[in-house]
């Protein structure tokens, strides 16, 4: 019914900087928070960022300032611009959606497939 598809990611050095990008489709009537979470080996999996339909934006600690969420309503797409890369940000990044979906008519919390960010020393 819906799928989040991300791209994006890969192997940077420290300070780097990169991007991820995550597209729903299906059968979305409506999109209310989206956003990012990430999970390393061994570790839970935890919030990144996300960003509301209105485009407010929420940031775990220790990204603040070096990443930023946005998205495109109009394509149901969310991305996130990654500055200042540090080795502790490797983890496998997952996109996340609350989505209203046609049937069975009703709100439902998606995920993609996750996408590996790898930073080096």
């Known amino acids: 019914q819906v799928q989040l598809v991300e791209s994006g990611g890969g192997l940077v050095q420290a300070g780097g900087s990169l991007s991820l990008s995550c597209a729903a489709s299906g059968n979305i009537v409506s999109i209310d928070i989206m956003g990012w979470y990430r999970q390393a080996p061994g570790q839970q999996r935890d919030l990144v960022a996300t960003i509301t339909s209105g485009g407010m934006t929420n940031y775990a600690d220790s990204v603040k300032g070096r990443f930023t969420i946005s998205r495109d309503n109009s394509k149901n797409t969310v991305n996130l611009q990654m500055n200042s890369l540090k080795t502790e940000d490797t983890a496998v990044y997952y996109c996340?959606?609350?989505?209203?979906?046609?049937?069975?008519?009703?709100?439902?919390?998606?995920w993609g497939q996750g996408t590996q960010v790898t930073v080096s020393s």
């Open positions: 996340y959606a609350n989505i209203y979906v046609r049937w069975p008519f009703s709100w439902g919390d998606y």
